[in-house]
């Protein structure tokens, strides 16, 4: 099992720093966030994973060292490059499905990312200029969280991709999530499932590479899921479809902010 930080809240608390921007930083709102976790045996990530760069973090949940995964789907609702051309936004439906790991040379943890679903055109132009593994999808999205309350009584996202099709069908009761299996503490837990700010993937032409975003500390509360597959977890045999019915837990956030920093970095 690895080793929980040992300074969680310190490392918290220095990512809750927005980063230096530049021409090309990202800002955009997400609405009807969503953190879809699993947890799955380690060696089902390790083919995918480099591990001589990247420790799969593994937690012990019902007894078992465990990996942890997850589909992270929402809305984009004003994407745009806030220096270069703030007057252009764009709206779209994403989901970003990624493990939890350190990276060795930093020992910090950090997120793998097996690839994003997009469904805007502007996927086409981010794959041919940085290589990233993003990938074009179309969504029917029909969601909707109370302001009042908090409860969010229709979640549903369909995602139409050869790359990772998916069904999404949750719904929220405006709870807070509380401590969830497997983490010692809010400040680790949060470090770790919900502000990681530094991902990594293999892009397109099959090199390492990596970005890094920033957002605020997310009000999250907790839902259940009515139905949840994901064709890529079944590709590439992570889970089965009956285990994807069975979440270690999900989170909501009706919307938060964020920051990327593009462009990618291409790692040696």
């Not at 709102?29 to 969503?34: E, G, Y």
């Not at 789907?73 to 790991?101: E, K, M």
């Not at 998916?166 to 405006?174: E, K, N, P, W």
């Not at 977890?233 to 479809?241: C, I, N």
């Amino acid at each position: 099992m690895s080793s929980p930080p040992t300074d969680a809240a310190q490392l918290l608390e220095d990512r809750k720093r927005p980063r230096p921007g530049n021409l090309l930083t990202v800002r955009t709102l997400l609405r009807h966030f969503a953190l879809i976790n699993y947890a799955l045996p380690a060696d089902r990530l390790r083919p995918h994973i480099p591990e001589d760069r990247f420790e799969i973090q593994t937690f012990m949940i019902e007894g078992k060292p465990r990996a942890m995964l997850s589909a992270v789907p929402f809305l984009d609702v004003d994407f745009r490059f806030a220096r270069l051309t703030p007057f252009l936004r764009w709206q779209f439906g994403q989901t970003n499905h990624r493990a939890y790991v350190i990276d060795r040379k930093t020992g910090l943890p950090g997120v793998w990312f097996f690839g994003t679903t997009l469904g805007s055109p502007l996927v086409h132009a981010a794959r041919a200029l940085w290589r990233i593994p993003w990938h074009y999808a179309r969504y029917r999205i029909d969601a909707h969280h109370d302001p009042d309350t908090g409860i969010c009584d229709r979640y549903r996202f369909d995602v139409d991709s050869d790359w990772c099709a998916a069904r999404i069908d949750l719904s929220g009761d405006g709870t807070p999530i509380g401590l969830t299996p497997g983490f010692a503490s809010l400040a680790e837990q949060t470090l770790i499932l919900t502000h990681p700010v530094d991902g990594f993937f293999y892009r397109l032409d099959g090199a390492l590479g990596g970005y890094s975003i920033w957002h605020p500390l997310m009000a999250l509360t907790r839902a259940e899921p009515r139905d949840l597959w994901f064709s890529l977890y079944e590709r590439l045999g992570l889970l089965s479809a009956d285990e994807m019915q069975r979440p270690h837990s999900v989170f909501l956030c009706p919307e938060v902010p964020f920051e990327v920093y593009l462009p990618p970095r291409r790692l040696a």
